[in-house]
């Protein structure tokens, strides 16, 4: 039998790719995982970053890598990934004195970070959790990208969700869409979300607590577009499709529909990349 053999040549980036998550912890351990978590972690808790409970913060890890390692593979590049866990909940969302402990550490200790992902929803806003959001964004320049939630609320006029709705440079808050695309019932949503992304029904790596366990689960939620959309944007400036993050200049964005008015935009991606060797080899 005759066969085809297509094969491609890929690009190293220059550099690696760092990103941590704020979450319920990482499960350093999950063989889609291993070797990708950091070595250091953060913790505002009793207990280790990489004893994930709960199994958010597995499962969006997962969902990071394999949106960024789709990338790659669509764009035929590779790039070292290094993913930070950083722990400030349990088995439930802990009080927002324990997410500004867990940021103030990783802005204090951590050194080279592209962007984090938090999927905190607190529906009160804390002056101590905004000046930190704001030293982290716009002082030490990265980005952060943070659920909307998920009660199928207008933000801004029939609730409020924190650190979205911190009107912060450089922070930008993440709403849920199915994968045609239409707005996910319960995704918040609002002039307050500016980027949407599919978070419906996402398998990804979970937390193996014993032999019988799959290591895989699938969850929906704005946690799940949150990470999706961090992959595509630091991918983006990597290769130098934009210079930037900035929450007020979307052009790497286009508008797919709208609900009650506002617009529901995505991540615009290029049909063909142009890598120059500054960017890759």
């Known amino acids: 039998m005759d066969c085809l053999v297509r094969t491609y040549h890929y690009h190293r980036l220059t550099q690696k790719i760092k990103v941590a ?15 990708y978590v950091s070595q250091k972690s953060y913790s505002a808790t009793n207990t280790n970053a990489f004893i994930d409970n709960q199994g958010h913060g597995t499962h969006v890890a997962g969902v990071f890598l394999t949106q960024l390692e789709t990338l790659f593979d669509y764009y035929h590049l590779v790039a070292p990934i290094e993913i930070v866990a950083a722990k400030y ?34 529906d009160k806003s804390d002056l101590s959790e905004r000046r930190e959001f704001e030293y982290t964004t716009q002082v030490l320049k990265i980005p952060v990208f943070a659920a909307a939630g998920n009660n199928g609320l207008i933000l801004l006029k029939n609730y409020e969700a924190y650190p979205c709705m911190y009107r912060i440079k450089n922070l930008f808050c993440v709403g849920n869409l199915e994968p045609s695309h239409k707005l996910f019932p319960l995704s918040n949503f609002g002039h307050a979300v500016q980027i949407y992304d599919v978070g419906t029904n996402i398998i990804s790596s979970y937390p193996i607590h014993n032999p019988n366990d799959a290591g895989i689960a699938i969850m929906t939620g704005t946690s799940q577009a949150t990470p999706r959309t961090m992959a595509n944007m630091v991918f983006m400036k990597k290769i130098g499709v934009i210079s930037s993050f900035d929450r007020d200049n979307l052009d790497y964005t286009r508008t797919i529909s709208s609900h009650y008015n506002i617009p529901i935009r995505v991540i615009k991606f290029p049909e063909h990349l142009r890598i120059t060797s500054s960017l890759a080899q």
């Open 21 to 35: 998550i704020i979450d319920s912890g990482i499960d350093a351990t999950h063989p889609y995982l291993k070797g």
């Open 89 to 122: 909940f349990e088995s439930s969302p802990s009080p927002s004195f324990q997410l500004t402990a867990v940021l103030a550490n990783l802005n204090l200790n951590e050194t080279g970070l592209d962007a984090i992902n938090v999927s905190s929803t607190g």
